[in-house]
């Protein structure tokens, strides 16, 4: 599994005079720094799954910093510096990857606060690329300072994150709230995707205890489960193939980074295989919801004649080679972990 690249990523835990003092760089020297990682983030776009912004103050949390605006006093001139950080962190950081930014409030105040809408999702522009992440989650009533405004930012997070990346981690005991009950509803209510195993520590052991830790282990990100498929008995080289099948989402999110699709014809005496491209977006197989997709296909005319087993393979483009980076279906009996395909199980013949 990729895991999120830090820049570092930030919590503001047991604050002490020399945490505070906020010592970063200026935003000249942030921008030249970055202008000198954008060749490794090019290079190691295949393994990374988002950038936590990071960069800017103590922890590179945002909060106490000596350039950017110190403890929540933020002139129009610092705004604008947290901007430049971030556009420029958008520019280096390859297209097909998102990055998060540590409270709602800055991308509310730096883009828009109006969440991604389903027709402007995917489409590369800033707002399309900015998740969220949240390293205080459950620590307190605001999860130390990552809410200003819960009324407001509750229903904006739940719809933005939605369609952008989602992740972080607990910092502190904080019962009830920290329990299983809070827990499990708002990793679902803000799609959570990915969580710190390591941190902290008597949280994690609290879901263990409360019983549901098994359960977010498994929901976290994505999950997709084979409800039902109709799949013709038999083809013909250069004739339509019509699929159709339904997949629902257990998971709290679906994909945030670009997924391919494609339906398979593996023949089931020589094992060769034929891979025809599917048009349905995983990213959008949104969570909690059953999603059909249905498409006439055509068989390759060059397909031989046989008896040919259907699979699904949903491999990371960038990793089409490693099918461990393949999407496994939550189903029993169909995962193939060779090819990094789920069988449909159903068998065509090609005449």
Not at 179 to 208: G, I, K, M, R
Not at 269 to 287: E, H, I, N, Q, V
């Amino acid at each position: 599994m990729m895991r999120p690249f830090r820049l570092p990523t930030v919590r503001r835990r047991t604050l002490t005079t020399a945490l505070t003092t906020g010592d970063d760089a200026t935003k000249d020297r942030v921008l030249a720094h970055l202008d000198q990682l954008a060749p490794y983030l090019s290079a190691g776009q295949d393994v990374i799954a988002v950038v936590q912004s990071g960069l800017i103050g103590a922890w590179g949390e945002w909060y106490y910093t000596q350039n950017f605006g110190n403890a929540g006093t933020v002139s129009s001139t610092d705004w604008a510096n947290r901007k430049a950080v971030t556009d420029k962190l958008l520019s280096v950081v390859p297209s097909t990857r998102m990055i998060q930014l540590r409270t709602p409030k800055f991308k509310r105040t730096l883009y828009s606060t109006t969440p991604v809408q389903p027709t402007d999702a995917y489409n590369g522009t800033p707002l399309s690329r900015i998740g969220h992440h949240n390293d205080c989650f459950l620590a307190s009533p605001d999860d130390y300072g990552t809410y200003e405004n819960p009324t407001v930012e509750y229903p904006y997070l739940n719809s933005d994150t939605t369609y952008v990346a989602m992740g972080g981690e607990t910092c502190g005991v904080n019962a009830p709230r920290s329990q299983c009950s809070t827990a499990t509803s708002e990793l679902a209510q803000f799609h959570w995707s990915f969580l710190n195993t390591d941190y902290e520590p008597n949280v994690l052991n609290s879901w263990s205890t409360g019983g549901c830790l098994a359960d977010v282990s498994k929901n976290l990100g994505y999950r997709f489960r084979l409800e039902s498929g109709t799949y013709p008995a038999t083809a013909s080289p250069g004739a339509a193939l019509p699929i159709t099948f339904t997949v629902h989402n257990d998971g709290y999110a679906t994909p945030y980074n670009p997924r391919t699709l494609e339906l398979v014809l593996r023949n089931t005496l020589t094992g060769a295989t034929y891979k025809l491209p599917m048009t349905s977006d995983p990213r959008r197989w949104t969570a909690g919801t059953s999603t059909t997709v249905s498409q006439t296909l055509t068989v390759p005319t060059n397909v031989p004649a046989g008896q040919y087993a259907l699979l699904l393979d949903l491999p990371d483009p960038l990793l089409s080679t490693r099918p461990e980076y393949s999407i496994r279906l939550a189903n029993q009996n169909t995962w193939d972990a060779a090819t990094g395909m789920n069988s449909l199980l159903h068998t065509i013949t090609v005449s």
